[in-house]
């Protein structure tokens, strides 16, 4: 059974941090490129940050890169974000996502609020 568990979302006041993690089980991790995602009601999901599927190397939306870095650690399956210097603009339900790299084939996770406020 696949299942991908974010963790680490909460409340944080702006300039803050907070570590993001996803557990993924049930599925071959290491042939699959790891990304985080975000949503706000009424807005598209987007791309905050991953792994590109054809050479691993690690991209970023505009609006965090400097302040956000996206690892990944294949001998305990797990990708984290860590965010910094965080904005309200940032506040947002963050995802976790799994695409395999010959396939396509594409997991998420349930998600995890992220609210950035003083």
């Known amino acids: 059974q696949v299942q991908l568990v974010e963790s680490g979302g909460g409340l944080v006041q702006p300039g803050g941090s907070l570590n993001l993690s996803c557990a993924a089980s049930?599925?071959?991790?290491?042939?699959?490129?790891m990304s985080w995602y975000r949503q706000v009601p009424g807005k598209e999901r987007e791309l905050v940050a991953g792994y590109n599927i054809r050479g691993g190397t690690q991209n970023y939306v505009d609006s965090v890169k400097g302040r956000f870095t996206i690892s990944r650690d294949n001998a305990k399956n797990t990708v984290t974000l860590q965010m910094n210097s965080l904005r309200p603009e940032d506040t947002a339900v963050y995802y976790c996502?799994?695409?395999?790299?010959?396939?396509?084939?594409?997991?998420w996770g349930q998600g995890t609020q992220v609210t950035v406020s003083s």
């Open positions: 049930g599925f071959a991790f290491s042939l699959y490129a």
């Open positions: 996502s799994a695409k395999n790299k010959i396939s396509r084939a594409t997991y």
